[in-house]
């Protein structure tokens, strides 16, 4: 305290302040130099003085921290669920951008339409023909990634105070969109067929909600696919409380076993379907680009508030992924990574199966990037984490997943970036974490 108080006497020898009894301490203005002008004493702002009441719902670092944590070499990573490095088709990308320079140069660095690079939009609009969803380009906007997707929905629709509802665990990117936007976040419970559409009708009924956001297929974190008989009836509950669906399908390529599942846009007789997806998973998250798909009039309006975000998606990286597309390389680039995927994913429950102590489940995807694991009964996902990144392995604790209180003991283990036998010892690792937690 002495410290301070002195600091203000000598502030005030000099001038620079002055105090008056009961209205505190004022900094004075200094008078000009030589020019004769006033400048003022210049004390950086606190900046949190400034902020909106957006910013202060802006408050959680986790996905920083997860995107931080890959650059950790030593330590074995389950925590981020993105494409592994050496499935970029960086040949392929090289090649294509050589060409592209070639063919069309300084184009390739202009400004282009906001909704996206139109090749691409009459691409993706027959790409989704393929899966029984009509959209025409004008239906559809390259995003900045699916996020941007997200962010924008939020934008539109949501004003501080609006429910929104969510599944029990889901993507906390989207989470944090809608905390940030003001959002009352309802989470209806999930079972191994999806969203439990008898609460779910609880909700609406209840409180209204401005969407339903949910993950269909491959869910992140939980690796669930919704039924068919679900999906039906959640479309059923959206057009009777007549409450929007924001649908967001970046996994429905990656699947390991059968076929496609059908998107709950393609099931939707009745526009209430804002589709999302992305390049993020099937090719790479450095490209930045997704996509959404809506009726024509909220298309419009998403298309403004796009505007106001970023202009348009990079003319390059767009051009880039439509070259790519066209050439039928996305679809061999799929048939190579669902394998890939596929054994990583087999060879994680392999070594579940071998190294897991008594009391730990986990699911068994059939598609995406994601294994969900509950703990046994007192372990706490948190702590176990603490201890685990000591030990050299991570994950992401599940309550990272939840709006509300919950997931603490849950955590889920993604499979996509580690070789077989980087998992394994990952793996191993872990559950030899968990076991010296379990026995003391
Ligand atoms: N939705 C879900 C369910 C995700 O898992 C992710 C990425 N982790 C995103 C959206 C955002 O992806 P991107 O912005 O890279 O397309």
Not at 134 to 141: D, L, M, S, T, W
Not at 230 to 250: G, M
Request: glycine share 8%; proline share 5%.
């Amino acid at each position: 305290r002495s410290t301070v108080v002195n600091a203000y006497r000598e502030l005030e020898a000099d001038g620079l302040i002055e105090s008056h009894v009961g209205r505190g301490t004022m900094v004075n203005f200094i008078p000009g130099g030589e020019a004769g002008e006033e400048l003022y004493l210049t004390l950086p702002p606190v900046w949190r003085n400034f902020y909106s009441s957006r910013a202060g719902r802006m408050n959680n670092p986790f996905i920083s921290n997860i995107l931080d944590m890959v650059a950790r070499e030593d330590t074995i990573s389950f925590a981020l669920g993105v494409p592994a490095q050496e499935f970029h088709p960086v040949e392929y990308f090289s090649s294509i951008i050589s060409g592209l320079m070639n063919k069309e140069g300084s184009a390739l660095f202009e400004h282009g339409p906001t909704a996206g690079h139109y090749p691409l939009r009459e691409y993706l609009a027959g790409y989704m023909a393929k899966r029984a969803i009509q959209a025409g380009p004008e239906n559809i906007i390259i995003l900045s990634g699916s996020q941007q997707g997200l962010d924008l929905a939020a934008k539109v629709f949501i004003e501080p105070g609006d429910a929104v509802v969510i599944e029990e665990h889901t993507y906390m990117g989207a989470i944090q969109v809608f905390a940030a936007a003001g959002a009352r976040i309802f989470s209806v419970p999930m079972d191994e067929e999806g969203l439990q559409v008898d609460v779910l009708e609880q909700v609406l009924a209840r409180y209204r909600p401005k969407f339903i956001y949910t993950q269909p297929t491959y869910q992140n974190p939980s690796g669930i696919a919704m039924s068919l008989a679900r999906r039906r009836e959640l479309l059923r509950l959206a057009y009777r409380f007549h409450v929007p669906v924001l649908e967001d399908d970046p996994y429905s390529e990656l699947h390991y076993e059968g076929g496609f599942l059908p998107s709950l846009k393609s099931l939707d007789t009745s526009d209430h379907v804002i589709y999302l997806s992305t390049f993020s998973k099937v090719i790479s998250p450095g490209l930045r680009l997704g996509w959404l798909a809506a009726p024509s009039d909220l298309a419009r309006q998403l298309l403004m508030a796009k505007q106001l975000d970023d202009l348009h998606c990079n003319t390059l990286a767009q051009s880039v992924v439509n070259e790519f597309c066209r050439a039928g390389l996305l679809q061999a680039h799929l048939a190579m990574v669902r394998e890939e995927y596929r054994k990583r994913r087999d060879a994680m429950l392999a070594s579940l199966e071998e190294f897991a102590p008594p009391g730990l489940c986990w699911s068994r995807p059939a598609g995406g990037f994601h294994i969900w694991c509950s703990l046994p009964e007192g372990v706490h996902a948190g702590a176990l984490l603490s201890r685990a990144v000591e030990k050299k392995v991570t994950f992401v604790p599940g309550d990272v997943f939840c709006a509300n209180a919950g997931g603490t003991d849950r955590l889920r283990l993604s499979f996509s970036r580690c070789s077989e036998t980087i998992i394994r010892e990952g793996i191993r690792r872990f559950c030899t974490v968990l076991s010296k937690m379990i026995n003391t």
